[in-house]
T-cell receptor, first 114, second 114 residues
């Protein structure tokens, strides 16, 4: 089944404790992206990647890191999480970096930082 | 810069009634527009997209949207609401020359009363 998977689905952590949220897609998509969803704000893009070893900042990159060493994986790293990073996170992928292509979303990771 | 406004963060309709979810966008170039739906505890799923082929776009589950350039709108409609339509709906627009980087609206939660 073609899909985007994220792990973990739920995570509660404490301020400053490094964490990684994994994202993997099995559709051979070039483009991958991370979003955070907050009430009333919709989804805001954190980072995106146009292909292996090519990443760039989105609208809200502060406090996050990413890497794209393999085409299928695009992990999101929070080196020192803070409470304002409590949010619902989505990974997405798309066949190409073309504006008409839809993005395919993972199921989400709900992160709570205390 | 592109932006998306969804009028009404919550919309309530009776089962069988017309569904109308409003989306207005700003874009300095012809846009690509999307409607995504998010069911509880799930990721986003594409409902439909406008890519300039036709102004009236039909999507899944009986939804459709009409692109009106003069009104900069892309409202989502469904003639008869079903209980299973209860979800959050997001309108999104691609950005200037930025591939498939999306700007999302704040979302509209649709409630369907029996």
């Amino acid at each position: 089944e073609a899909q985007v998977t994220q792990n973990p689905r739920y995570l509660i952590t404490v301020t400053g404790k490094k964490l990684t949220v994994t994202c993997s897609q099995n559709m051979n998509h070039e483009y991958m992206s991370w979003y955070r969803q907050d009430p009333g704000l919709g989804l805001r893009q954190i980072y995106y990647s146009m292909n292996v070893e090519v990443t760039d900042k989105g609208d809200v990159p502060e406090g996050y890191k990413v890497s794209r060493k393999e085409k299928r994986n695009f992990p999101l790293i929070l080196e020192s999480p803070s409470p304002n990073q409590t949010s619902l996170y989505f990974c997405a992928s798309s066949p190409r970096q073309q504006p008409s292509y839809e993005q395919y979303f993972g199921p989400g990771t709900r992160l709570t930082v205390t | 810069a592109q932006s998306v406004t969804q009028l009404g963060s919550h919309v309530s309709v009776s089962e069988g009634a017309l569904v109308l979810l409003r989306c207005n966008y700003s874009s300095s170039v012809p846009p690509y527009l999307f409607w995504y739906v998010q069911y509880p505890n799930q990721g986003l799923q594409l409902l439909l997209k406008y890519t300039s082929a036709a102004t009236l776009v039909k999507g899944i589950n009986g939804f459709e949207a009409e692109f009106k350039k003069s009104e900069t709108s892309f409202h989502l409609t469904k003639p008869s609401a079903h209980m299973s339509d209860a979800a959050e709906y997001f309108c999104a627009v691609t950005r200037n020359n930025a591939g498939n980087m999306l700007t999302f609206g704040g979302g509209t939660r649709l409630m369907v009363k029996p």
